[in-house]
């Protein structure tokens, strides 16, 4: 016992070194399992207060940005709007008022776009109705999907991750692909899994597919860049640009599918 | 002022400005520049081993808290003290340490507290980079990413240590 004390006295230094070590290295492997852990981020309440309050300083400075990215938003609703009007008058159904999709108005308070893995933290929770699973949305294309949730603040994955994943459709054609972040640059992502026969042109637009339930169907996700084909294999590559400016994101919306447990109830059925 | 409290000053500075500023430095995705580990270079030389290796962990895991990866930088900056008491030894050779309480860049001058910083920004990047690229990068994007950042970090802090230089009556950061 006395050597054992006189042992770990005397190389308190490298042990201690080691343990704080091996705590990191456990820590960090842990959070590599995105889905099943709670990320110490942004969702605490301390950092959270204080990200929120620097981002308010930012938000100042770009008043006049985001006024003019908001009247084009409205302008395009009023569009849209005026449509529907337009066709609800000429039919004698009643058009179906019963909406799936609820959005939930939210800021930016840290983003980050120049890591290997990046998150974003907004400032709505679980007491504003945020759900993990929730797909994210800003007024130009989508953002990402929602990861963890405390009380005031989630944090979302964004697509600028080398785990995020997501179904897309090319709108001309209506192939589908699917959408995920290799390339290290924040505003460029990859869609890949497209069959070799699919005809694509710089400029095509990628619109979000219907299969997924976290994203509404037809969103805009960004535009064809650059066609890579494989030499080899059925399967070709299509660099994107993304319609999201992930640098300047300030306001997005959750995205709430009414139904989604029963979805993912049903789904649990043929999954063992 | 007191010195406990001026540490503690700085170890909240120092974490603010890496995370609220210095993080959202964009130099075309390959320069991270990382500030915040001023604070363990300027500990007291004389500070006990285990005080140095805690305060570098904990100094890790408050910039783990904002960036969102637990382990990290706590890593990264904990083996850096380890190393601490060696670059010491090194870059000083046979001058004299006994008589200097903490590294003040007016005691040791600016070529010996650029190499000092060098050795110990080099050690730090080149664990960081390793540890985020843990399940994903290729190698030779972690060079290439220690080898834009670590300059950058230096230059970072030599600036902050000249700004912040010591006069003798007034005992500012």
Same mark, same amino acid.
């Given at each position: 016992?006395? &050597?054992?004390?006189?042992?770990?006295?005397?190389?308190?230094?490298?042990?201690?070194?080691?343990?704080?070590?091996?705590?990191?290295?456990?820590?960090?492997?842990?959070?590599?399992?995105?889905?099943?852990?709670?990320?110490?981020?942004?969702?605490?309440?301390?950092?959270?207060?204080?990200? +929120?309050?620097?981002?308010?300083? *930012? &938000?100042?400075?770009?008043?006049?940005?985001?006024?003019? +990215?908001?009247?084009?938003?409205?302008?395009?609703?009023?569009?849209?709007?005026?449509?529907?009007?337009?066709?609800?008058?000429?039919?004698?159904?009643?058009?179906?008022?019963?909406?799936?999709?609820?959005?939930?108005?939210?800021?930016?308070?840290?983003?980050?776009? &120049?890591? =290997?893995?990046?998150?974003?933290?907004?400032?709505?929770?679980?007491?504003?109705?945020?759900?993990?699973? $929730?797909?994210?949305?800003?007024?130009?294309?989508?953002?990402?999907?929602?990861?963890?949730?405390?009380?005031?603040? =989630?944090?979302?994955?964004?697509?600028?991750?080398?785990?995020?994943?997501?179904?897309?459709?090319?709108?001309?054609?209506?192939?589908?692909?699917?959408?995920?972040?290799?390339?290290?640059?924040?505003?460029?992502?990859?869609?890949?899994?497209?069959?070799?026969?699919?005809?694509?042109?710089?400029?095509?637009?990628?619109?979000?597919?219907?299969?997924?339930?976290?994203?509404?169907?037809?969103?805009?996700?960004?535009?064809?860049?650059?066609?890579?084909?494989? =030499?080899?294999?059925?399967?070709?590559?299509?660099?994107?640009?993304?319609?999201?400016? %992930?640098?300047?994101?300030?306001?997005?919306?959750?995205?709430?599918?009414?139904?989604?447990?029963?979805?993912?109830?049903?789904?649990?059925?043929?999954?063992? | 002022?007191?010195?406990?409290?001026?540490?503690?000053?700085?170890?909240?500075?120092?974490?603010?400005?890496?995370?609220?500023?210095?993080?959202?430095?964009?130099?075309?995705?390959?320069?991270?520049?990382?500030?915040?580990?001023?604070?363990?270079?300027?500990?007291?030389?004389?500070?006990?081993?285990?005080?140095?290796?805690?305060? *570098?962990?904990?100094?890790?895991?408050?910039?783990?808290?904002?960036?969102?990866?637990?382990?990290?930088? =706590?890593?990264?900056?904990?083996? $850096?003290?380890?190393?601490?008491?060696?670059?010491?030894?090194?870059?000083?050779?046979?001058?004299?340490?006994?008589?200097?309480?903490?590294?003040?860049?007016?005691?040791?001058?600016?070529?010996?507290?650029?190499?000092?910083?060098?050795?110990?920004?080099?050690?730090?990047? %080149?664990?960081?980079?390793?540890?985020?690229?843990?399940?994903?990068?290729?190698?030779?994007?972690?060079?290439?990413?220690?080898?834009?950042?670590?300059?950058?970090?230096?230059?970072?802090?030599?600036?902050?240590?000249?700004?912040?230089?010591?006069?003798?009556?007034?005992?500012?950061?």
């Amino acid at each position: 016992m006395y &050597n054992l004390r006189r042992f770990i006295l005397k190389h308190h230094f490298v042990i201690l070194f080691i343990l704080l070590e091996v705590i990191s290295i456990l820590l960090l492997a842990r959070s590599q399992n995105f889905h099943r852990n709670r990320l110490v981020n942004g969702t605490n309440t301390v950092v959270g207060k204080v990200l +929120e309050s620097s981002s308010e300083v *930012g &938000n100042y400075f770009r008043l006049s940005k985001t006024n003019k +990215e908001l009247a084009e938003e409205n302008a395009m609703l009023r569009e849209q709007l005026s449509i529907v009007v337009d066709t609800m008058e000429r039919s004698y159904d009643l058009v179906d008022s019963d909406t799936v999709y609820e959005y939930i108005p939210a800021q930016v308070v840290n983003n980050s776009t &120049n890591q =290997a893995n990046n998150y974003i933290i907004i400032n709505k929770g679980s007491v504003d109705g945020v759900e993990r699973d $929730m797909g994210v949305v800003s007024t130009k294309g989508i953002v990402g999907v929602v990861v963890d949730v405390g009380k005031h603040y =989630a944090s979302i994955l964004s697509l600028l991750h080398s785990k995020s994943f997501v179904g897309v459709r090319f709108k001309g054609n209506q192939e589908l692909g699917s959408l995920r972040w290799n390339t290290n640059d924040y505003r460029h992502g990859m869609v890949e899994d497209i069959p070799t026969h699919v005809e694509l042109h710089q400029g095509d637009t990628v619109l979000t597919s219907s299969y997924s339930f976290i994203f509404p169907e037809d969103l805009m996700v960004g535009t064809v860049d650059e066609l890579q084909s494989m =030499a080899s294999g059925t399967f070709n590559k299509a660099r994107i640009t993304f319609a999201t400016d %992930f640098a300047t994101l300030r306001h997005v919306y959750v995205v709430k599918h009414h139904y989604k447990h029963e979805i993912d109830s049903l789904k649990s059925k043929f999954e063992p | 002022m007191n010195k406990t409290l001026l540490h503690i000053i700085r170890f909240v500075v120092l974490v603010l400005v890496q995370v609220l500023l210095v993080n959202h430095i964009r130099l075309g995705g390959y320069v991270h520049p990382y500030v915040y580990i001023l604070f363990v270079m300027l500990l007291p030389i004389n500070i006990s081993n285990w005080q140095l290796l805690l305060l *570098g962990f904990g100094l890790g895991f408050c910039v783990d808290m904002f960036t969102g990866t637990p382990g990290l930088h =706590a890593g990264a900056t904990t083996l $850096m003290a380890f190393c601490r008491p060696g670059i010491l030894r090194l870059v000083s050779g046979s001058q004299k340490l006994e008589n200097v309480h903490e590294p003040d860049l007016g005691q040791l001058g600016g070529g010996w507290f650029l190499r000092y910083v060098l050795f110990l920004v080099v050690i730090h990047h %080149f664990a960081l980079f390793l540890l985020e690229s843990f399940s994903f990068r290729l190698l030779g994007q972690v060079l290439l990413r220690i080898l834009l950042s670590v300059p950058v970090s230096v230059f970072l802090i030599m600036m902050i240590l000249y700004l912040f230089k010591r006069d003798k009556k007034n005992e500012a950061l």
